[in-house]
C-alpha cells in the first residue's frame, strides 16, 4: 500500500519569505500523481498544485511551485513571497490513478503552516 | 459547472443515535464518490468510496456505512453513533484524474 510522509507537523514563515515543505511516498507504481492540498482554518480543502509523474518538468502554479525527485520519492511544495493568506495546513496527497482501485487520494498528516506578519 | 454540497455543517448527536449524512454531486454524471473522516489536527482518513450506483467500497472496518441511491447522491450512516465518530467529515468526488478530488464543505460531527 502506498503511504505519503510529511515530517513536519508545524512551520513558520514571515511574511513575504519563502518556505519549503517536505514530502516522501512510499511506493511501487510507475504511473501516478501527487497533489498539495491546502485546509485553511475554514476547513475547505482547496487544490494548490499537482504533479504527474511521467512528467519530469516541475509544476509551478503562481507562488506555488514544486521540487519532484521522482527517484527519491520526494514531493516539496514551495511557496514564494509568503502571505497571511498562506496560513493553514498543508497536505501531501498520492493517487495510482486505476479505476479498480478506486482512484483514491492517500493523504499525508499534514504541516500547520503560520504566516507571520 | 460542477458543484458538490454537504450537509449539515454542524451536527451535535447522543451516543447511541443514528447518522445520516448526505452529499450531492451537480454538473456530472457516473462520478467517483468519496468520504473522509479528519480527526482533530489530523489528517484525512477514507473511509468509503462508490464508483457507480450501489458500489460501496469500505476501507476501514467500524461504526459507519455509506449508500448511493442515485448517481450523485451518497449517504454516510450509522445505526448507533459512539464517542470516537466525532470528527469532521468530507465528501469528495473526482473531476478527472488529473485535477484531483473536489471535496464538499465537510460536517462537524461531535458526539456526546
Known amino acids: 500500500a502506498q503511504t505519503v510522509t510529511q515530517s513536519q507537523p508545524e512551520m513558520s514563515v514571515q511574511e513575504a519569505e519563502t518556505v519549503t515543505l517536505s514530502c516522501t511516498y512510499d511506493t511501487s507504481e510507475n504511473n501516478y500523481y501527487l497533489f498539495w492540498y491546502k485546509q485553511p482554518p475554514s476547513r475547505q480543502m482547496i487544490l494548490v498544485i499537482r504533479q504527474e509523474a511521467y512528467k519530469q518538468q516541475n509544476a509551478t502554479e503562481n507562488r506555488f511551485s514544486v521540487n519532484f525527485q521522482k527517484a527519491a520519492k520526494s514531493f516539496s511544495l514551495k511557496i514564494s513571497d509568503s502571505q497571511l493568506g498562506d496560513t493553514a495546513m498543508y497536505f501531501c496527497a498520492f493517487m495510482k490513478p486505476l479505476l479498480e482501485y478506486g482512484n483514491k487520494l492517500v493523504f499525508g498528516a499534514g504541516t500547520i503552516l503560520r504566516v507571520k506578519s | 459547472s460542477q458543484t458538490i454540497h454537504q450537509w449539515p455543517a454542524t451536527l451535535v448527536q447522543p451516543v447511541g443515535s443514528p447518522l445520516s449524512l448526505e452529499c450531492t454531486v451537480e454538473?456530472?454524471?457516473?462520478?467517483?464518490l468519496y468520504w473522509y473522516r479528519q480527526a482533530a489536527g489530523r489528517g484525512l482518513q477514507l473511509l468509503f468510496y462508490s464508483v457507480g450506483i450501489g458500489q460501496i467500497s469500505s476501507e476501514v472496518p467500524q461504526n459507519l456505512s455509506a449508500s448511493r441511491p442515485q448517481d450523485r447522491q451518497f449517504i454516510l450512516s450509522s445505526k448507533k453513533l459512539l464517542l470516537s465518530d466525532s470528527g469532521f467529515y468530507l465528501c469528495?468526488?473526482?473531476?478527472?484524474?488529473?485535477?484531483?478530488?473536489?471535496f464538499g464543505s465537510g460536517t462537524r460531527l461531535t458526539v456526546v
Open positions: 469528495a468526488w473526482v473531476r478527472g484524474i488529473t485535477y484531483g478530488y473536489t
Open positions: 454538473g456530472t454524471s457516473n462520478p467517483n
